[in-house]
């Protein structure tokens, strides 16, 4: 095995050889573009050639390789080998072993699944540490001697590496239980709960980029969708996907993906009926209660000639499209097909010659007469009618909604679609109509985060999207914050379309210190969900838990004290007190960014913390962000759970008492409570007291 000096001599060999791939694969679109060949073929070739090319070159200065394994004398096909793995494939030469083994091979399982029980023909695992681009050191764990191995202290100072800016890849922390999921099949869906801090979501995009990796072909066409809770959190996770070699995922919210010009809010008891499953059944009555039945026969004049469908066939048409169609459009224009065959059958029984555009002028004759029965229809017009109509409401609604939620959704006065105002409830409805009228694409796979805050409908729209296809659902049902959000995972399977996908829990926090970890866990009971406490794997932790008459004065003290520890800083409240509290930062000369970017100190609405993690976060007033939604309780865990290192609770008001029930901190923890001077903008004291708690 090399020493650190020979180690970092080939992390240098590994460095020119990308480098080298690089320049190759720029000269090879160049020569590409002189190929000969079809032009299909020229196409692909430098589409491929391109992509690999870009790709390539995005590897930036990330470190060649982050582990290796070395195998025994009795390891079948890789005895005595040992693999480098890294982020990626580095190749020498054509036709030489690789250099660096792309961490989704199937060799590189090895280095993630072996332990001292099952070392799986490994003698040798070893740990690279580093310090920007630069190896430091070097961990191995000798997994056939009989002796437990090391602690892991190179994966536990990576965990708990300070967080600046967006999220990182996990490659060289994923654990057993993680790898596992990342490398379930095309096939499999699944569903994870994961408790704050398990890595459910790194999860979710590791296994974004391993199923590009060993199912490329397959997803080419259809490709893999990212689906997030909101801006800020798909920014955070924006740097992962291309760290790990994969730029052509696409990664959006719901929102985004109904592709909505919102420009209203309902009021909550509308939108709760809007997000109900009952809702799909009422637009399906809506959509198909505009086919009639045909009261007279198809006429259509050709020159001197006039051509007929009677009533009755017609009649049958209409019932048989009805029952055969995938969709409502596809339905009328198999009606409008059998008419103009039927038109066909007659004139060519007289020696018609019934070309093209014959056929295309008939189809055009006709058309008119089938609207009569069969409408064209458009989403936007349909639900702006249904809305404004009462009656015809009252009629797609009857046995589904009582009167209350049909006043609830209705409109207080008629609108044309045009002069619509839709909610974000609306753009769910409108993509559902949309759907029952024709169909849309669909991606080869769907991963969704924060799936528990969907709505039924919301659920739907998913579907559609990942008809034939599998889907990572990734949520936790103890932060369900919204309305409409789920409390049993099967339930909420059902209306993703996979009510037999496998469920499986990860309850060990990677991220979370215990120390905050066991101060969260006090709000599960009150949650009423099913879900096992959280267990930290972290040993280092700070909670400290502030009373103070002036908010504002504090939170610039907690911020001022945080800015001499190394990493970010996330200032969280609810969403009304967060303005005042900026302003004071400000004020203090502290430079305050959004969620969305990429400072040292972030002012974070209480509803837009889901996902993001801070090294070091300061909660203002527990009590306020429990009072502003009905779901407050679920939001302060959210909340509370996006410390990395350390977190600071400031308040004036009782802390709630799921907090305080069995003492302020954790059990176990050391305590102090002392007074402690908190100094205000204009130079005055104010009395406070602290309490700390130390992991």
Known sequence: MRDIDAERAYADECRAALRRMVTGARENVAVGEYTWGDRFTAESLGFCLKTLARDLAEEGDNPPFF????????????????????????????????????????????????????????????????????LTSFEDEHLRT???????????????????????DIVATIQPEQDTLVRTGLDTSVCIQGAPGTGKTAVGLHRAAFLLYAYRSRLQRNGVLVLGPNRAFLHYISAVLPTLGEVDVEQTTIEQLLDRDVRATDEPAGAVVKHDIRMAEVLRNAVYARIGRPGQPVVASDQSYKWRVNQHEFAEMVSEAEADATSYLT??????????????????????????????RMARAVAPQVDAVWPNLKADELLAELLSDADQLAAAAAGLLSEDEQRAISWSRPRKA?????????????????????????????????????SPMQCRAITRRSEHSSITILGDLAQGTTPWAATDWRAQLTHFGKPAAEIVALSTGYRVPATVVELANRLLTAL?????????????????????????????????????????????????????????????????????????????????????????????????????????????YVVLTRAVSRLDVVHSRPLPDELVRHGALAPGSSRTAHPVGVRGAGGEVAAADRLVGER
């Open 146 to 168: 009989g002796v437990p191995s090391a602690t892991g202290e190179l994966v536990r100072r990576e965990i708990e590496r300070a967080r600046v800016g967006p999220m990182r």
């Open 528 to 636: 009423h969900v099913d879900v096992p406490p959280t267990r930290s794997f972290r040993s280092d932790g700070r909670l400290t838990i502030t009373r103070a008459d002036d908010l504002a004065v504090a939170c610039v003290t907690a911020v001022q004290d945080a800015l001499g520890s190394e990493g970010s800083i996330g200032v969280i409240a609810a969403d009304h007190q967060l303005p005042a509290l900026t302003d004071a930062l400000k004020a203090a000369g502290i430079e305050v960014s959004a969620p969305e970017d990429d400072g040292r100190v972030a002012a974070v609405p209480a509803t837009l913390a889901k996902g993001l993690e801070y090294d070091h976060v300061i909660v203002i007033e527990p009590a306020e962000i429990i009072a502003a939604e009905p779901r407050g309780l679920n939001r302060l």
């Open 67 to 134: 582990g290796l394994i070395s195998y025994g004398a009795d390891a079948g096909e890789h005895s005595r080998q040992t693999y480098y793995l890294g982020r990626r494939h580095i190749a020498d030469a054509i036709g030489r072993p690789p250099m660096v083994i792309d961490w989704r091979a199937p060799v590189s399982a090895t280095f993630y699944q072996a332990s001292d029980v099952r070392p799986r023909g490994i003698d040798t695992r070893r740990r690279f540490g580093w310090s920007a681009n630069t």
């Open 331 to 360: 339905g009328r224009e198999r009606v409008i097909a059998r008419v103009v065959a039927a038109l066909q059958r007659q004139a060519e029984s007289r020696g018609q010659n019934c070309n093209g555009a014959w056929l295309r």
């Open 418 to 454: 045009k002069s619509a105002r839709w909610t974000a409830a609306d753009a769910v409805l409108l993509d559902e109509i949309s759907a029952l009228l024709e169909r849309g694409a669909t991606y080869g796979h769907v991963i969704v985060d924060e799936a528990q805050d969907l």
